[in-house]
């Protein structure tokens, strides 16, 4: 019995190490308030699902290097009082080994950067990634779009100094920039009647 208990143990830490690393997540911002800041002005909120066929993730493959995992995302549409649009916004996620990582970024009718915040991540990544949260890094990417280069600031250099710091802000980075990409992809070229 012993001997079985110990194989079974052994094989499902070898199947799914993934499983016993993962830490519990920790919202740092609900999707409601992240859409309600990150778009200030709108006072109507729509949801457009974004759907993505083959086409598409081949063109954003060519494009970035990158191919969406998911066959749709949502983005939050803000409008003003006379239904002109304010902002658009995408949550996008990425699975690490330390786990998840989610961001939302606010885009302008062109498609640049109005915004973005870490929305949640790990207990376990938390604290590498509080640095920069605290110092507001997403802040020097506001006007960035899809063709920008999206990085750490060097006045982050004390935050950089940690490697998993450096490695997550990375990551966050990259998020925004795949959310800029999805915007170009999924909003953008919708046609006039969705940009005014």
Do not use: C
């Amino acid at each position: 019995m012993r001997y079985v208990i110990v194989t079974l143990a052994l094989a499902l830490a070898l199947t799914s190490p993934a499983l016993a690393h993962l830490t519990p997540p920790v919202v740092l911002v609900s999707d409601r308030d992240a859409v309600v800041s990150l778009l200030p002005g709108a006072r109507r909120f729509f949801v457009r699902e974004v759907r993505l066929g083959d086409k598409e993730k081949a063109a954003i493959k060519q494009a970035s290097g990158w191919t969406p995992e998911e066959d749709f995302y949502r983005f939050y549409i803000g409008r003003d009082d006379q239904g002109r649009m304010v902002g658009a916004l995408v949550f996008v996620g990425d699975a690490t080994i330390h786990g998840s990582v989610r961001v939302a970024t606010a885009f302008d009718r062109d498609g640049k950067v109005r915004g973005a915040s870490v929305v949640e991540l790990t207990e376990e990544t938390y604290p590498w990634v509080k640095p920069l949260i605290d110092e507001e890094f997403t802040r020097d990417w506001v006007g960035h779009d899809s063709q920008s280069r999206f990085a750490l600031s060097d006045p982050l250099a004390r935050a950089r100094s940690n490697s998993m710091t450096q490695f997550y802000g990375n990551v966050i980075a990259n998020l925004v920039r795949r959310a800029a990409i999805l915007y170009d992809y999924g909003v953008r070229p919708s046609g006039s009647a969705m940009l005014q």
